[in-house]
């Protein structure tokens, strides 16, 4: 982690100096590449950190923070542009990286484990990671959902400005409010895991936080007034908050610590598949349909996803201690 920190501040550091237009796509994928294997990577490395603390709450916190940071990032970026110009408010970001670095050094982790007897090798990793998601009905069925909920929701995506601008006519003032809402949802989500913590059983609220997400698009689609679909977006995001709050929780205290970062990558690149095949759907409906209907037809799919997973975790015995 530390090592991918300083190479992002080098990436980023790069865009000063970036005069070409491919050189400046090149390193935008590279930071995106170092993201997508940060993110599973500090995930998996979380409950080492945690110990015998309260993993939820743990997890809410990072939760919060990063929700906060999309939130507040764009904007506090508009400020450094202004303020230091596009140049400078790079190095600032590049400093952030270093800060980062500096603090993750800090922190002393156990090597990864392995299962015994299990092969080295990438691909011999990756044959033995599929295997035990392939036995594991648990984890499958999170994988499954993280992808399948990420496609359903993120067809309302494509939606957001017309539905904002054209069906509600707010204009961006509207526009810019009902992002921002979803974002306060998702800390709001988080903060709630955080007050609940280990006192409740996390699988119930993961199909609870997944059927009320998809109830809040629906009716986002089917809200008279600008105001009550803003009171569904902000529902919306407080479930999405808890959803992940929920996600990763479960996955660190069922997945093995051999499996947890090979666990967490699959989840990420669930998550990118579905934006991928999202996008361009949600586009295709909200020409085809409206923002309305692209809206409500988000909220039945991301109900069918809930009952997917929801199929999968029954054919086995899994609501049991473990999964409080």
């Known amino acids: 982690m530390v090592a991918n920190d300083l190479a992002r501040a080098v990436l980023v550091l790069g865009l000063v100096f970036a005069r070409d237009l491919a050189v400046l796509y090149l390193l935008a994928f590279l930071i995106g590449l170092s993201r997508a294997l940060f993110n599973p990577t500090i995930r998996a490395a979380f409950p080492s950190v945690v110990g015998e603390g309260d993993l939820t709450r743990a997890n809410s916190l990072i939760g919060g923070t990063f929700s906060v940071s999309v939130a507040v990032g764009p904007a506090l970026g508009g400020l450094l542009v202004a303020a230091v110009g596009v140049s400078g408010a790079f190095l600032l970001d590049a400093a952030t990286y270093l800060i980062s670095a500096g603090f993750l050094s800090r922190i002393s982790l156990p090597h990864p484990q392995r299962e015994e007897g299990e092969e080295e090798g990438f691909f011999q990793e990756l044959r033995s990671g599929l295997s035990y998601l392939a036995g594991s009905r648990v984890a499958l069925a999170m994988m499954m959902g993280a992808f399948l909920t990420v496609l359903g929701t993120d067809l309302a995506t494509p939606a957001e400005v017309f539905l904002a601008k054209v069906t509600f006519d707010a204009g961006d003032v509207g526009y810019g409010l009902l992002v921002s809402l979803w974002g306060s949802g998702m800390v709001l989500g988080s903060a709630l895991m955080a007050v609940l913590g280990d006192r409740i059983r996390l699988l119930p609220v993961y199909?609870?936080?997944?059927?009320?997400?998809?109830?809040?698009?629906?009716?986002?689609?089917?809200?008279?007034?600008?105001?009550?679909?803003?009171?569904?977006?902000?529902?919306?995001?407080?479930?999405?908050?808890?959803?992940?709050?929920?996600?990763?929780?479960?996955?660190q205290r069922r997945v093995p610590d051999a499996f947890l970062g090979r666990v967490f990558s699959v989840k990420f690149l669930g998550y990118g598949a579905g934006e991928a095949l999202a996008y361009p759907a949600g586009g295709v409906l909200v020409d085809a349909l409206g923002p309305r209907s692209t809206y409500l037809l988000a909220g039945i799919a991301t109900a069918a996803a809930a009952l997917v997973v929801l199929l999968v975790l029954t054919a086995a015995p899994t609501w049991d201690a473990s999964s409080k």
């Open 207 to 251: 199909f609870l936080g997944i059927f009320v997400w998809a109830l809040a698009l629906a009716g986002t689609g089917l809200s008279p007034t600008f105001v009550l679909a803003l009171g569904t977006l902000t529902v919306a995001g407080v479930a999405n908050g808890v959803d992940n709050v929920v996600t990763d929780t479960i996955l």
